[in-house]
C-alpha cells in the first residue's frame, strides 16, 4: 500500500519515491487525494482546537 506526505516547503504531494525531510512534511495518508488536502485538514483541526472550552486559556 502506497503511502504519501504533502511537503510544506514545496507546496506539493510526495510518495515513498520523491521525499522531504520530515519537518517539512505532514502525513502519511492513504491517498493522494487526502494528502492534496492536508492544509485544510490541518487548519480546521487548529480551528477546532482553539475553540475546544476545554482547552480555552481565557
Not at 19 to 26: A, E, F, K, S
Request: overall charge negative.
Amino acid at each position: 500500500m502506497s503511502q504519501f506526505w504533502y511537503c510544506v516547503k514545496h507546496g506539493r504531494v510526495e510518495d515513498e519515491t520523491n521525499i522531504c525531510p520530515p519537518i517539512d512534511r505532514l502525513g502519511p495518508y492513504d491517498s493522494r487525494e487526502e494528502a492534496q488536502h492536508a492544509l485544510e485538514k490541518a487548519e480546521q483541526r487548529n480551528e477546532d482546537w482553539d475553540n475546544d472550552p476545554q482547552w480555552n486559556d481565557d
